[in-house]
T-cell receptor, first 114, second 113 residues
Framework: AQSVTQLGSHVSVSEGALVLLRCNYSSSVPPYLFWYVQYPNQGLQLLLKYTTGATLVKGINGFEAEFKKSETSFHLTKPSAHMSDAAEYFCAVSITGANSKLTFGKGITLSVRP | KAGVTQTPRYLIKTRGQQVTLSCSPISGHRSVSWYQQTPGQGLQFLFEYFSETQRNKGNFPGRFSGRQFSNSRSEMNVSTLELGDSALYLC????????????FGPGTRLTVT
């Protein structure tokens, strides 16, 4: 079975500062990894995904993540935080492509200080 | 393309009642998955339907059921509602064949009193 660990429930950064949200996964087979963002009273929006190939993946809104198999990690970064980045972020893992079940981490709330 | 739509957006039910939630996937998508989101348990997978067949199922009691129609629209039903069923229910659609992204709807907020 697969699982996702997102350490900490809340991260606060200043506007313009680096954003780093951590995600570690456990999977017995090569995983597919995702980051989703959720704004208040909304559904989830896909930020980026790793399936195969390049381990550094770029997503929307300036976010990127690097798949590190040796560390079983898929941390999300953004060089410069913007106020509009304040939201809840979820890391998720899937073990197959055609079978769409996602296993999510607990989520991290990102606050951005002016 | 229109996104995933869910109806209703908000629902208040009494313990013991049953409820049906609806999801219309993105046009052309054949897979619909359902998730329950609560503050305590986070996001949990309920089930997935592909071409009218349940393809995968999470660890929820039999009170939770679903179905998918030939036009890929899906419904989920919860019978004999309990207070703990209060949650945001999210529907996600994907093409369903070797495609990894899931696209989520805005959710239905169910409150059980």
């Amino acid at each position: 079975a697969q699982s996702v660990t997102q350490l900490g429930s809340h991260v606060s950064v200043s506007e313009g500062a680096l954003v780093l949200l951590r995600c570690n996964y456990s999977s017995s087979v090569p995983p597919y990894l995702f980051w989703y963002v959720q704004y208040p009273n909304q559904g989830l929006q896909l930020l980026l995904k790793y399936t195969t190939g390049a381990t550094l993946v770029k997503g929307i809104n300036g976010f990127e993540a690097e798949f590190k198999k040796s560390e079983t990690s898929f941390h999300l970064t953004k060089p410069s935080a913007h106020m509009s980045d304040a939201a809840e972020y979820f890391c998720a893992v899937s073990i197959t492509g055609a079978n769409s079940k996602l296993t999510f981490g607990k989520g991290i709330t990102l606050s951005v200080r002016p | 393309k229109a996104g995933v739509t869910q109806t209703p957006r908000y629902l208040i039910k009494t313990r013991g009642q049953q409820v049906t939630l609806s999801c219309s996937p993105i046009s052309g998508h054949r897979s619909v998955s359902w998730y329950q989101q609560t503050p305590g348990q986070g996001l949990q997978f309920l089930f997935e339907y592909f071409s009218e067949t349940q393809r995968n199922k999470g660890n929820f009691p039999g009170r939770f059921s679903g179905r998918q129609f030939s036009n890929s629209r899906s419904e989920m039903n919860v019978s004999t509602l309990e207070l703990g069923d209060s949650a945001l229910y999210l529907c996600a659609s994907s093409p369903g064949t070797e495609s990894y992204e899931q696209y989520f709807g805005p959710g239905t907020r169910l409150t059980v009193t």
